[in-house]
C-alpha cells in the first residue's frame, strides 16, 4: 500500500532536485504528470529570482500549467534540440527501460525525449521494479483501433481500449488519437517490445521507452530527500 502523502512528498524532492540540474540559457522539455508539476514549481521560483529558461511542453496540461506559472514556451520546431528533459514515469527497470503514459501524453513524450541531450526521470520508490509488468499505453490512430487490438491479442497481449472519465467513450489524446493500455505480464524483452509494438501499422506510439536509457538519470524522492540513480548502477530495491 502507498502512502500518497509520503508519495507526494517523494515526488517534490524529486521534482526539485531535477529543477536545480537546470542551467541558465536551457531549453527544457517539460515531460507530463503530478512529478513533473513540482519541477515546473521549483523551475518558476527560479525563473522569478532570475533564471532564464525556454520550455518545451510535452501535452496542453503541461503549457497550461507552465503558462500560468511563468515558464516561457516554445515549440520542437522551434527548438529541436533540447539540453535537458524532466519527465516521469509509471515504471522504471534498473537498466532504464521505461513504462510512460498513464496521461496519455506518451508520443509528445517520446519526442522530446528523442530530441534532449540528457533526459531526467523524476520518480518515487513505487515507480521502480526490477522488471517491467505494467499495462503499456499504445496510442493508435482512430480508424485502426481494431485492427491494432485484433493483433495485440495474437502476439498475447490483453489490450483495453482506454475510456474517458468526465467523458463518454474512449480517451482522445492530445494528438487527437485513441489509447489501448496492453498488458503483456512480466516483460522479458522491452527493446524487442518497443520495437515490435511500434511498427504494427496504426499505432503512433507505445509507451516502451528503450532507446534513451545512455542518455538516462533517475532520480528517486522520498520522505528522507533523494537518491540520483545512473544505469545499473545501485537500484533501490
Ligand atoms: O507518462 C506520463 C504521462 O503520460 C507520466 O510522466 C507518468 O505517468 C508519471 O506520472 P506521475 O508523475 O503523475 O506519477
Do not use: W
Request: glycine content about 12%; overall charge neutral; aromatic content about 6%.
Amino acid at each position: 500500500m502507498v502512502d500518497a502523502s509520503a508519495q507526494a512528498v517523494g515526488k517534490r524532492e524529486a521534482g526539485y532536485r531535477a529543477a536545480d540540474m537546470v542551467a541558465d540559457g536551457m531549453v527544457v522539455g517539460l515531460g507530463t504528470g503530478s512529478t513533473v508539476f513540482f519541477a515546473m514549481e521549483r523551475l518558476a521560483a527560479r525563473i522569478r529570482e532570475g533564471l532564464v529558461i525556454t520550455g518545451i511542453p510535452t501535452s496542453f496540461q503541461t503549457a497550461i500549467r507552465a503558462r500560468g506559472c511563468g515558464i516561457p514556451l516554445a515549440t520542437l520546431n522551434d527548438y529541436p534540440v533540447i539540453d535537458l528533459a524532466i519527465d516521469g514515469a509509471d515504471q522504471v527497470d534498473p537498466g532504464f527501460a521505461l513504462i510512460k503514459g498513464r496521461g496519455a501524453a506518451q508520443t509528445q513524450e517520446k519526442c522530446v525525449a528523442f530530441a534532449a541531450k540528457s533526459l531526467v526521470i523524476v520518480a518515487d520508490p513505487s515507480k521502480l521494479t526490477r522488471k517491467l509488468d505494467a499495462v503499456v499505453p499504445i496510442e493508435v490512430l482512430s480508424s485502426a483501433y481494431v485492427p491494432v487490438i485484433r493483433y495485440l491479442k495474437t502476439i498475447g497481449g490483453v489490450p483495453v481500449l482506454r475510456e474517458g472519465i468526465k467523458k463518454d467513450g474512449p480517451v482522445i489524446t492530445d494528438n487527437g488519437n485513441m489509447v489501448i493500455d496492453c498488458g503483456f505480464g512480466t516483460i522479458g524483452d522491452p527493446t524487442a517490445l518497443d520495437i515490435h509494438l511500434s511498427s504494427i501499422p496504426g499505432v503512433v506510439t507505445c509507451g516502451l521507452f528503450t532507446t534513451f536509457a545512455d542518455k538516462t538519470t533517475v532520480v528517486v524522492g522520498d520522505s528522507n530527500g533523494c537518491q540520483v540513480l545512473s544505469r545499473n548502477g545501485q537500484f533501490p530495491l
